[in-house]
């Protein structure tokens, strides 16, 4: 058993996709909690949704970083306890600091809303070591999900395993071509140095149920029980 | 205490691609402006507070933009500061 929380910011829309999936489909014990609380409880994941927390007012995820909650989560973080930030989570992640680096505009404008497939640059994290296959497809749906970064910081994140996912074509081949938002190395997901915070823009709750057409994303929530 | 305003320019930082600026650029081009070579899209932010004195205005306004009105990882920040006539 893994107990979950998933935190509801005002604009926050996936936090109840998410729910679906750790307490209907794994069965674990999941609450919801407010942005304006200020304690998590007994908690072995926090989950931060995607969505539009605050309106993405200013930058995304820049205004959500200062709510009550989120002192919980770095306290919970510095623990080495699971934090998953998803899309407006992962940028959330960002601009608290959790995570190097910012989600930036897309670099050919559009909103995104597609399925991607997505390379496992590193298969031994406890995130994704529960995955038999190289390459997964996950839907994607946002403005802001072109990663940047500084050289050195790319270069740490390369050297510490710290690139979970890269974007790249149905065989594994990351390229430019199958770079959907333009991100810095293709990345569509990174942990911390420790590995126990993971940022992605890819929706893992948005394939976890045969009935929406794939369970690809299933395997990354499975992880975090074994 | 007196009260100040201050006038706050955020932008990219040059290494970061501003694909909305790009756009703006071709959408000039096509107007007829081709001696424009690029442009690129900031924010503009005014805020009004009150403070001891000009240097605790600034002092403020720099911590404002630290942590909220700019993201140090992507943008830079600059900021004039007018002292508001009392009533």
Known sequence: MSKFVILVFPGSNCDRDIAYVTRDILGQPTRLIWHQETDLGDVDVVIVPGGFSYGDYLRCGAIARFS????????????GKWVLGVCNGFQILTEVGLLPGALTRNRDLHFICDRTPLKIENPQSPWTSTYAEAVITLPIAHGEGRYHADPDTLKSLEDH???LFRYCDPDGVVDQNHNPNGSLGNIAGITNRQGNVLGMMPHPERAADAIVGSVDGLNLFQGLLS | MADFQAR???????????????????GLHQLGYEGVESVRIGKYIEVQLTAADQQDAQTQLDQMCDRLLANPVIENYCFEITELATA
């Open chain 1, 161 to 163: 395993g710290q690139i």
């Open chain 2, 8 to 26: 706050i320019y955020v932008t990219l930082r040059p290494s970061v691609l501003d694909p909305a600026g790009v756009a703006v650029c071709s």
């Open chain 1, 68 to 79: 009550p909650i989120m002192q919980a989560v770095l306290d919970h973080a510095a623990q």
